[in-house]
Every structure is written in structure tokens, then in C-alpha cells.
């Protein structure tokens, strides 16, 4: 099929475009079909984003596009409206040639959006700029509240919609486009070093799939840019980026309240695990003690302040190592002054309902630390995790 998206972000700014078509007076009209299609709204639920999303498809028919006698543009306006009568609106336009085009199974316009709960007008229309026809469609769209929300001032500064900018990877598993940022304050009774360690390669079998690396970013990332969001007054947020692979840190920003995504972008890219070397693959029996020896380091940086009491948060999905052979080269303490926690995202671990020992076993990798895991499938498993730390941290 041939596809269009959104063009960008318009949260509550007007679209120049709607003011030179006849949207306003169609509106006035009513609902109207003069081409095949079919649209579909619906709420997706809470995503991984920490976000509650929506999805807005409308399709046209590839009989209709088929019969065109001469290529053109097909223009569709969305038109949101909350009920505080706050208007969004965002348009795309899709060029249609059968000639260069395999139009048989039609075409599609489609909008992903980050919303807040309520009910929303929608107004949909469509406009073939080769022969004048047009469509115009109107829906109601509701986006329910969560229940039992563990964050539920989260979404206090947001705006009720976002359309989210379509690209390529991995600018589609971050979105550097949505510029809003969750209200997530932080403020611990002593000075805390909170330390979010992130390993979006994988380990074992999985460590050379591009597909697997390809689910880690696509789950992790907007992991960690939500976890990049705290606000924290009494202390310090570090970020870090571990290449279990090739056992090196790809990314690493102080002060991460603003994530350099252009820098983590590259480093990414780079990690690619389809591109490794034999070399380092085959020192691959040291990739446990390699994230043993960073966890090591990040719990003994003092950089921030001998007072601060480090925290350190790994983000990872299942992580299972062949060799711990050479771990116990790094010590660890059984006890510190120190908090960490591991968060494993595996729902594909969860579905074929393997044990936690056969898949993961991080939390024997950093033993004899204190570790605090936590196994989610979820967003909602997510969500709570979240609200558990915080509170944890808050209490330090």
C-alpha cells in the first residue's frame, strides 16, 4: 500500500494549510463520501512512553485509485478537538502514480498521537486534487483514564494531543519530535547520584541478531528517555549506554535532564550488533564481568560529591550470560551505601512463560550486591516499577 503520515508536531498550533482549503465550510456540510474509503480511530492504550496514545488510519481503496486517469495528490486534514475546545489540527499529502506505484491495495494516511484522557471530536477529510473529490468524516474519539494510576500527577503540564512525527529508526523508537516531558519530581532528604545504566544490546544467542537489538531499541529507549525525565532537586541524574558486545560505554552524559539524542543516535547506529568484529566476538565470554566492572565504577564515581548517596538504576531486557567464569575478578560489596535496582522489560520472555532463572541472570552477575529486580511485561508494570523507585528515593 502506498502510504503518508504525519508531517510533524502540532500540539495546539495552528496548521497554515487548513487555511487554504475549504475545511471550515465542509464542516458545514456534513458528512460526505465521494471516495472510497474507510476510517478508522481508536485508543491504543498506555505505551511504553509512559504516554497514552491513538491511532487515526484512513484508507483508500485501490479500486478508486486504479481508475485515476492522471497522477496527483491526495490531501487529508485531521482536526482534533478536547473539551475545553482547544483545536489541533495537522495535515499530510500523498502523491499517487499508478505508473510508478502499485496502487491494487490502495493507500493510507495514518497518525500516531500522545494523548490525555477525555473525549475528543475528531473531523477527518480527504480531498483528490486531480478531480475535485472530496471526503469528510466525523468521529468520537474517548481516551480512558488509567486506573489506579501509580503516577497520577505524570501528566499535569502535557498537552491534551500530540501528533508524533513518522521516521526512520531509531528516530521512530525515540521521538525526538515530542517535545513535552513528563512531570516526574524527585527529591530525596539526603543528596542522591542517580545512575541509569541502559544495555540495548543483547546477550547469549541473541547478542549478534539484528532483530533482537532491534526490539531492545524499539523497548528501551523510550525507557530510558522517561527515566531521563526525574527531576532531581537533591542531586544528580548520570546517564549511561553499555555495548554488551563490543564491552564498551557508547553513550554517557552527566546531567542528563535533556538527553543529547543526536550523540545517542550515533551511538546506536554504531552498535549495530550485525557489524562486529571476529575479534570481539570472540572475547565474548567477558561480557558479564564487563557489566560487572561498569556497575563497579558507577557506584564508586565520586564525582558528584562523597555525600551523595549513589543509585544505581539498570535498564535492560532479558539478559542471560554463558561465562560468569571471570566475574568475581571485580568486587562487589554485600553491603553499601547504595541502592540498586534492575529493571528487566522482556515480554517476549514472559509469553513463552520461561522461567526467570533460564533467561536472566543479572541479578547473579552483580551478586553480592543488594539488587532490587524488577520483572515487567507491561507498561503498566512499568508505570508501577517507576512509582516504586521514586518513592524508594525519595525516602533517602
Known amino acids: 500500500m502506498v502510504c503518508g503520515a504525519s508531517a510533524g508536531v502540532r500540539a495546539q498550533r495552528p496548521d497554515p494549510f487548513f487555511n487554504q482549503t475549504q475545511f471550515a465550510q465542509w464542516a458545514g456540510e456534513g458528512p460526505q463520501e465521494e471516495v472510497p474509503w474507510k476510517v478508522h480511530a481508536e485508543s491504543t492504550g498506555l505505551s511504553v512512553y509512559q504516554r497514552l496514545s491513538a491511532k487515526v488510519v484512513a484508507e483508500v481503496e485501490g479500486r478508486y485509485l486504479k481508475g485515476r486517469t492522471t497522477p496527483g495528490d491526495l490531501v487529508a486534514q485531521l ?5 475545553d475546545g482547544r483545536v489541533y489540527r495537522d495535515h499530510s499529502i500523498l502523491t499517487i502514480d499508478k505508473g510508478k506505484q502499485d496502487v491494487r491495495k490502495g493507500a493510507f494516511f495514518a497518525w500516531n498521537l500522545f494523548m490525555l484522557p477525555g473525549d475528543y471530536d475528531l473531523v477527518l477529510s480527504l480531498i483528490d486534487k486531480t478531480n475535485g473529490k472530496r471526503n469528510y468524516a466525523h468521529r468520537n474519539l474517548r481516551i480512558d483514564r488509567l486506573g489506579k494510576d501509580p503516577l497520577p500527577e505524570a501528566w499535569r503540564d ?9 521516521e526512520d529508526p531509531p528516530d521512530s523508537y525515540f521521538h525526538p519530535d515530542s517535545w513535552s516531558r513528563l512531570r516526574l519530581p524527585l527529591t530525596s532528604q539526603h543528596p542522591v547520584r542517580i545512575e541509569v545504566l541502559a544495555t ?24 530510558l528517555k522517561t527515566f531521563s525525565q526525574m527531576e532531581v532537586s537533591n542531586g544528580a541524574l548520570n546517564v549511561e549506554v553499555l555495548d554488551l558486545v563490543r564491552r564498551k560505554v557508547s553513550f554517557e552524559q552527566a546531567d542528563a535532564r535533556n538527553l543529547d539524542w543526536p550523540r545517542l543516535k550515533e551511538a546506536v547506529t554504531r552498535a549495530d550488533p550485525t557489524k562486529i568484529d571476529v575479534h570481539a566476538l570472540q572475547d565474548a565470554k567477558h561480557t558479564a564481568a564487563f557489566l560487572r566492572q561498569e556497575v563497579a565504577r558507577r557506584l564508586n564515581d565520586g564525582k558528584d560529591g562523597p555525600q551523595a548517596t549513589p543509585v544505581l538504576v539498570v535498564i535492560s531486557s532479558a539478559a542471560f550470560f554463558d561465562s560468569l567464569d571471570d566475574i568475581n575478578d571485580t568486587l562487589l560489596p554485600k553491603e553499601c551505601n547504595c541502592a540498586v535496582y534492575y529493571i528487566c ?10 522461567s526467570r532463572p533460564q533467561f536472566d541472570n543479572v541479578k547473579r552477575v552483580l551478586k553480592p550486591l543488594p539488587v532490587k529486580g524488577h520483572y515487567a511485561e507491561t507498561p503498566q508494570d512499568l508505570r508501577r516499577v517507576m512509582a516504586e523507585i521514586l518513592d524508594d528515593v525519595a525516602k533517602m
Open 158 to 166: 502535557l498537552p491534551a494531543v500530540e501528533f508524533l512525527r513518522v
Open 200 to 223: 540495548l544490546t543483547g546477550t547469549g544467542r541473541a547478542m549478534v541478531s539484528h532483530r533482537a537489538y532491534d526490539f531492545n531499541l524499539t523497548s528501551l529507549l523510550p525507557i
Open 79 to 83: 482536526q482534533l478537538t478536547d473539551h
Open 345 to 354: 522489560y522482556s515480554p517476549a520472555g514472559m509469553r513463552y512463560r520461561v
